[in-house]
Structure formats: C-alpha cells, structure tokens
Nanobody
Framework: QVQLVESGGGLVQAGGSLRLSCAAS????????MGWFRQAPGKEREFVSR????????LYSGSVKGRFTISRDNAKNTMYLQMNSLQPEDTAVYYC?????????????????WGQGTQVTVSL
C-alpha cells in the first residue's frame, strides 16, 4: 500500500508561483505512475498532469500546459508540481495520486491511492 501526503499549498497572488510536493511511503514508489488532480469549489475533480514511473513522459491538461511542470525524484519518493503564472481559476484543492500502471493515466478512476489534498488559493 502507498500513502501519499501533499504539501506546499497556500495563498498566492495572481501571476505568482507555488511548488507542490507529494511524499510517498513505501519502497515501490518508482513502480507507480503518478498524477495531480484538482477540485475547485462546486466543481468535479479534474485532471491536471501525470508522469510515468521514470519521469520521462509527462502529460498536461490544456488549462495548465506551459505554466505547470510535473516532476519526480524516485530516490526521495517524492513528486512535484511547479505552478507558475497562477490565476484565480487555478484555485482548488490539489490531490496527488498513484497508479499501479507505471505509465499512469489521465483518468482518475484508474488511480489506486490518493492523498488528502492541499489547498491552493490564488487572489487577484
């Protein structure tokens, strides 16, 4: 089993940056595909980005492509999401998730483990 803990959320002004981290327990982190999802108030949870087991293949949603960068450090059992040029519409709870498929997916139903989420609030 994998336990995931997100950190790095907070309040930032529009145009600012934040870096989210997702720390994973266990010795098999490098076998999992990983993803970031977010849920804004009153909306369904949506895909943000995913990364394969080695960190060589990344995928982004259209709304964050060019502004967010996903990465992972398997030696540290940690995944990251660097978020630049943040906008108020990026305000949401951000969740990390682990997929037993090492190449992961954009579909949240295919993920096996989830963190508790971290709040990101972007003000004007």
């Amino acid at each position: 089993q994998v336990q995931l803990v997100e950190s790095g959320g907070g309040l930032v002004q529009a145009g600012g940056s934040l870096r989210l981290s997702c720390a994973a327990s266990g010795r098999t982190f490098s076998r999992y595909g990983m993803g970031w999802f977010r849920q804004a108030p009153g909306k369904e949870r949506e895909f943000v980005s995913r990364i394969n087991w080695s960190g060589s293949i990344m995928l982004y949603s259209g709304s964050v492509k060019g502004r967010f960068t996903i990465s992972r450090d398997n030696a540290k059992n940690t995944m990251y999401l660097q978020m630049n040029s943040l906008q108020p519409e990026d305000t949401a709870v951000y969740y990390c998730a682990a997929d037993r498929d090492p190449y992961s997916s954009a579909h949240q139903g295919e993920y096996d483990y989830w963190g508790q989420g971290t709040q990101v609030t972007v003000s004007l």
